[in-house]
């Protein structure tokens, strides 16, 4: 906005112990605050951010132990919720899945978290309680069992924020060698007939998947449309058993070496996200390796805000814009820029996203080297965009995601 704001950020821990800390937001920038500098080592937090105005609010982390290192950002949830749904999940070799329970209020709650599964094995219910305005985690591979795909639900006495957590060494090679890292996402209250995603390619270093929830107790008839950066629109139809957990490797159903966004229609509510693997090697220097996933969007939109983004040396920030729509559109895209010396400017910039397909902006052409960006994004008729972020940086090296706070013009 172009005012000021005062934020406050509360920060719920385990174990107790919760703090709470303020920030000021100077008009049309970008912040980045440093938990670990405010709260100290060796906690797990949940975090809730509120402010005097509006404002978008992202949570980038970043990891190294037990000989894998990544990191991943996820945009905030803008409320609670006593239902959160997850179509992705997987307790295989190489995988460690985590429910991550969020509970801001003055009562416990008491979670039901039901497995659902890939393999025709029935539903599996857990039980965990969380104490008021605290934080808890759900280890997935233990309820679960070994050896699964598997979607969850997650229902709450009390309204929570539910996140799902994968660290991951991949069991399938790409480009010779297995990438490792960590991905997350936030759950969706419900299911819905239609899924969006700016975000997905089949080159050769990438592999793309869509995992599908039918948390419905009946059969759910889906089209998957690919639009890809040139050609015509690419329609795969699918039938999902009831109350079941499906896999489809994207690589296989559109060929290789395509940029493509996807969208995902079905005549039950049904829950969808995009888990993608990648080995990226920038220049001459080792790969880059990790993955990255996110649920769809239920809505495409007339504007788009991203908290996080990055040119510094050893990251690639990109914006994916998808045009669901028969007609070309123009988007604008507004840059609010931290320079190293924490000067603060705005860039703007226009661009024309074809009908029915998807285009990629490389944000560390249009902003140049070296700093901090946020992004809002406009068009006239309604678009899907995500932005996909790429390092290697000190000892971390991986990729995140994240879909945009969508809104009104």
């Known amino acids: 906005t172009a005012r000021q704001q005062a934020c406050r950020i509360e920060y719920m821990i385990n174990g107790g112990g919760n703090r709470e800390q303020d920030v000021v937001l100077a008009p049309n920038s970008r912040t980045t605050v440093d938990v670990n500098l405010f709260l100290g080592p060796g906690l797990d937090v949940s975090a809730r951010v509120t402010g005097s105005g509006h404002f978008v609010a992202e949570r980038s982390m970043y990891f190294a132990a037990g000989g894998l290192d990544g990191g991943e950002q996820v945009l905030g949830r803008a409320g609670t919720s006593t239902r959160f749904l997850f179509a992705e999940g997987t307790t295989r ?4 899945t985590w429910l991550a329970l969020q509970n801001p209020g003055d009562a416990e709650a008491n979670v039901l978290v039901t497995y659902v599964y890939a393999d025709g094995t029935p539903p599996v219910p857990q039980n965990v309680v969380v104490p008021a305005k605290s934080r808890l985690t759900v280890d997935v591979n233990s309820g679960a069992g070994a050896e699964k795909d598997v979607s969850m639900a997650v229902n709450s006495t009390r309204r929570i924020v539910a996140e799902r957590v994968m660290y991951f060494t991949c069991p399938t090679p790409i480009l010779g060698s297995r990438p490792s890292g960590v991905h997350n996402c936030s759950g969706a209250d419900e299911g819905a007939t239609s899924w969006y995603f700016a975000e997905g390619t089949t080159r050769g270093n990438f592999q793309q998947w869509l995992c599908l929830m039918n948390p419905t107790g009946r059969e759910a008839e889906v089209t998957v449309r690919y639009m ?28 290789p070496d395509q940029d493509v966004s996807v969208l995902v229609t079905s005549d039950e509510p049904i829950v969808a996200e995009r888990p993608m693997y990648f080995q990226l090697q920038p220049g001459a220097g080792a790969l880059w390796k990790g993955g990255h996933n ?16 990055c040119t510094r040396e050893g990251f690639i920030t990109y914006l994916c814009i998808a045009n669901p729509g028969a007609a070309g559109q ?16 705005k860039k703007s910039s226009e661009l024309t996203v074809a009908a029915n397909s998807r285009r990629t902006v490389v944000v560390n052409d249009e902003v140049g ?26 000892r971390y090296t991986d990729g995140g995601v994240s879909l945009g706070l969508p809104g009104a013009p």
Do not use: H
């Open 93 to 96: 070799s190489g995988f460690q």
């Open 228 to 255: 890809k950066a040139s050609g015509p629109a690419v329609d795969v139809r699918k039938t999902l058993e009831a109350d079941s957990r499906t896999t489809i490797d994207v690589n296989a159903e559109v060929g």
């Open 294 to 309: 996110s649920t769809g969007a239920v809505y495409s939109a007339y504007r788009w805000e991203f908290a996080e983004g």
């Open 330 to 345: 123009k988007v604008t895209i507004d840059y609010f820029v931290t320079g190293p010396d924490g000067r603060r400017e």
């Open 369 to 394: 080297a070296g700093v901090d960006v946020s992004a809002t994004l406009t068009c006239a008729a309604p678009i899907v965009v995500e932005r996909p972020m790429y390092f290697s940086f000190d």
